[in-house]
């Protein structure tokens, strides 16, 4: 962890606060299939000319999903983005984020148009289920739509997120195991459930949309490990309705 505030290396403080300790995430598949079960990491790092070191082993497991999950909207898709070592999402409780865009049945993006309007997109306005079973313990549904699809424009984010990172209208479901999904920027006024509900894994939540900071039309949908959808720790996901075996950017999916 860096000292606070964070300084440049001119000596000046960030222009931009940094909300998150820094951490290295280590990408590699090696220690799964080679059955590695603890890494030694290293580091020297340079401090005005001084070199300072420092090591830590780490245990090597793998997590096992608590919660039946299934992919929160039906039909064509496509990942645009995922976690943090897939070069995606970077804070703590989205380090396994996934990001969807509905596609048609022939996996065509826009269903008419070239994406300037919102209606252009396949995925505009497809039903979201809840992932699982569970308690709506927090609910946002008073955000509005970005007006272009293609432009995440600040001046539409709540005032709570100058700098990004908002997930629009937002729906956070506690499955009772220590796992919550949460499932951001839905439509304007499309949001079905109030703080509280208990839902059946299937059901209608809202609509997809383009709320909060976004560029798309989109789902971000993650699993992490407590009611607080930014200090939460991101735990990864799979769901019984899709096949695919590895969730990152780039990978298409049909969910059943
Ligand atoms: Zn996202």
């Known amino acids: 962890m860096p000292p606070f505030p964070p300084r440049l290396l001119d000596g000046k403080p960030s222009p931009t606060p940094i909300f998150w300790p820094q951490a290295i995430r280590i990408r590699t598949t090696e220690p799964q299939a080679a059955k590695i079960d603890g890494m030694r990491v290293e580091l020297t790092l340079d401090e005005g000319g001084k070199q300072v070191f420092a090591a830590v082993d780490l245990p090597v497991a793998s997590y096992v999903q608590k919660t039946s999950l299934i992919y929160p909207f039906k039909g064509k898709g496509i990942f645009t983005n995922a976690g943090v070592t897939n070069g995606g999402h970077r804070n703590r409780s989205g380090q396994f984020a996934l990001d969807g865009v509905g596609l048609d ?52 984010f709540a005032p709570e997120y100058p700098n990004g990172g908002d997930p629009g209208n937002h729906v956070v479901i506690d499955h009772g195991n220590g796992e919550f999904s949460l499932l951001a920027h839905f439509q304007a006024g499309s949001v079905l459930v109030k703080l509280g509900d208990h839902v059946a894994q299937g059901q209608p939540l809202g609509k997809l949309g383009s709320s909060g900071d976004t560029n798309t039309p989109h789902l971000h949908y993650q699993l992490h490990s407590g009611p607080d959808i930014v200090w939460s720790d991101g735990l990864p996901s799979t769901f019984s309705n899709v096949d695919e075996p590895v969730l990152v950017r780039g990978v298409y999916f049909d969910a059943k």
Do not use: C, H
């Open 105 to 156: 049945d022939r996996y065509a993006v826009y269903v008419d148009g070239d994406g300037s309007k919102s209606t252009d997109y396949a995925g505009w306005g497809r039903t979201i289920l809840a992932p699982a079973a569970g308690v709506v313990v927090e609910v946002r549904a008073d955000r509005p739509d970005q007006p272009d699809p293609e432009n995440s424009d600040p001046q539409f």
